[in-house]
């Protein structure tokens, strides 16, 4: 009996009995990531006047039109309360060299009755590459 080859590999999960076959079609390909760093703009008035600071890893690439955007959701340090920084970035802003930077621009979450603003623009992918 003949049997014609196949290009599809196949795998399953070992130490999983009656565990799902996969194909490498099925395996979602990972893609890069960026890190962030950034710093709030300044909220409240007098002796109560701060800012924040955030960093982070951003989430894979997520294709766009003719590019890709990332999505960030990190909080921001504790100064007797955070706020939350959650935001699409832009598109790819390339830098030379094959690299790549991300813009975001927006506002925290609303906490102790007041938001901060921020803008900022990721670190390039994979830097030691």
Request: charged letters at 20%.
């Amino acid at each position: 009996m003949n049997k014609k080859p196949t290009n599809k590999k196949s795998f399953q999960i070992k130490n999983k009995p009656n565990s799902k076959t996969y194909t490498k079609r099925q395996i979602q390909v990972q893609t890069h990531t960026h890190e962030f760093l950034g710093s709030t703009k300044l909220a409240e008035a007098g002796a109560d006047r701060h800012n924040h600071r955030f960093a982070g890893v951003t989430s894979q690439a997520i294709r766009r039109g003719n590019s890709h955007v990332h999505v960030i959701t990190v909080n921001t340090d504790f100064f007797n309360h955070l706020h939350q920084v959650r935001i699409i970035t832009g598109p790819a802003i390339p830098v030379g060299n094959g690299k790549h930077v991300h813009f975001a621009k927006g506002r925290t979450t609303l906490n102790d009755g007041h938001v901060h603003n921020f803008e900022f623009s990721t670190l390039i992918q994979s830097p030691l590459i």
